[in-house]
């Protein structure tokens, strides 16, 4: 049986599409208070719609910079104000870039780690005082790039790794203050995000985003491309009871095409 989180209150970076509102969808109809954090204040406010149009309770959604200080600082505020309780925070923001190493810019390669990194660093600094208190859950999506480099995917590869090697740091912290903190590598995932990545990696191989999708399937045998609620259905049994003993792993949710043992 799925356990309920009622009365939880689970905090979901970029929760406005994608994986990331695959998550929050999935822990809201489960009972849980969402707050989905996210730079564009109208696709939170149609996340929030579709979120409530199931029943579920209405998520909060703060909108700001996530790359910046000041929008990780504006999401704590507006949790503590609002409910002075977090039991799960989900970092799911983040864009990193495919592109040919020796052309793209050093934009890129700053903005990719601002968004996925810097910004789960800075809210897993400011929610650990509560999510110490509710003996919590952290719970970060990286990416099959942390395992596998590709040429391609340099600036994406780098920050997930760093995502990885973050997160089990954080887990050792979590194993003194009772905090679970888990990755999960989502592989090929129907997103928009996904489909930016095929453009991306067609304009720097110079095969069409079509080919550069059939390729890739074929590289990794994949009978299909993983769906944002594969690594929903994760996420909400890791926030669960029935994990506590997992703590400190990364697991892939990507149909076996991770190519290495680990």
Same mark, same amino acid.
């Given at each position: 049986?799925?356990?309920?989180?009622?009365?939880?209150?689970?905090?979901?970076?970029?929760?406005? =599409?994608?994986?990331?509102?695959?998550?929050?969808?999935?822990?809201?109809?489960?009972?849980?208070q969402t707050v989905l954090a996210a730079?564009?204040?109208?696709?939170?406010?149609? %996340?929030?719609?579709?979120?409530?149009?199931?029943?579920?309770? @209405?998520?909060?959604?703060?909108?700001?910079?996530?790359?910046?200080? %000041?929008?990780?600082?504006?999401?704590?505020?507006?949790?503590? +104000? =609002?409910?002075?309780?977090?039991?799960?925070?989900?970092?799911? %923001?983040? %864009?990193?870039?495919?592109?040919?190493?020796? &052309?793209? @810019?050093?934009?890129?390669?700053?903005?990719?780690? +601002?968004?996925?990194?810097?910004?789960?660093?800075?809210?897993?600094?400011?929610?650990?005082?509560?999510?110490? &208190?509710?003996q919590g859950v952290v719970i970060n999506? !990286?990416?099959?790039?942390?395992?596998?480099?590709? @040429?391609?995917?340099?600036?994406?590869?780098?920050? #997930? +790794?760093?995502?990885?090697?973050?997160?089990?740091?954080?887990?050792?912290?979590?194993?003194?203050?009772?905090?679970?903190? #888990?990755?999960?590598?989502?592989?090929?995932?129907? &997103?928009?995000?996904?489909?930016?990545?095929?453009?991306?990696?067609?304009?720097?191989?110079?095969?069409?985003?079509?080919?550069?999708? +059939?390729?890739?399937?074929?590289?990794?045998?994949?009978? =299909?491309?993983?769906? @944002?609620?594969?690594?929903?259905?994760?996420?909400?049994f890791l926030a669960g009871d029935a994990?506590?003993?997992?703590?400190?792993?990364? !697991?892939?949710?990507?149909?076996?095409?991770?190519?290495?043992?680990?």
């Amino acid at each position: 049986m799925t356990q309920r989180f009622d009365g939880k209150v689970v905090v979901v970076s970029g929760g406005s =599409r994608g994986i990331g509102f695959a998550i929050a969808e999935a822990f809201a109809n489960l009972g849980a208070q969402t707050v989905l954090a996210a730079a564009s204040p109208e696709r939170l406010a149609d %996340a929030e719609r579709r979120i409530a149009a199931t029943g579920a309770l @209405p998520p909060l959604g703060v909108a700001g910079d996530l790359r910046t200080i %000041a929008g990780c600082q504006a999401v704590f505020t507006a949790v503590e +104000a =609002r409910f002075g309780r977090c039991d799960v925070l989900v970092n799911s %923001a983040g %864009a990193t870039r495919a592109g040919d190493f020796l &052309t793209q @810019p050093d934009e890129q390669w700053e903005d990719g780690f +601002a968004l996925k990194l810097y910004s789960a660093v800075r809210l897993c600094r400011l929610f650990w005082p509560l999510l110490v &208190t509710a003996q919590g859950v952290v719970i970060n999506i !990286i990416g099959g790039a942390a395992r596998t480099p590709d @040429p391609n995917f340099m600036v994406g590869g780098s920050v #997930n +790794a760093a995502m990885a090697n973050f997160s089990k740091g954080l887990s050792g912290l979590g194993k003194r203050d009772g905090v679970n903190v #888990n990755a999960i590598l989502p592989g090929l995932t129907e &997103t928009d995000r996904v489909r930016q990545l095929f453009a991306q990696r067609a304009a720097a191989s110079g095969m069409t985003a079509d080919e550069v999708r +059939a390729a890739q399937i074929a590289k990794e045998g994949l009978r =299909r491309i993983g769906q @944002p609620e594969d690594v929903a259905a994760l996420s909400v049994f890791l926030a669960g009871d029935a994990a506590r003993h997992i703590q400190g792993t990364a !697991i892939a949710v990507d149909g076996g095409g991770t190519p290495g043992v680990y």
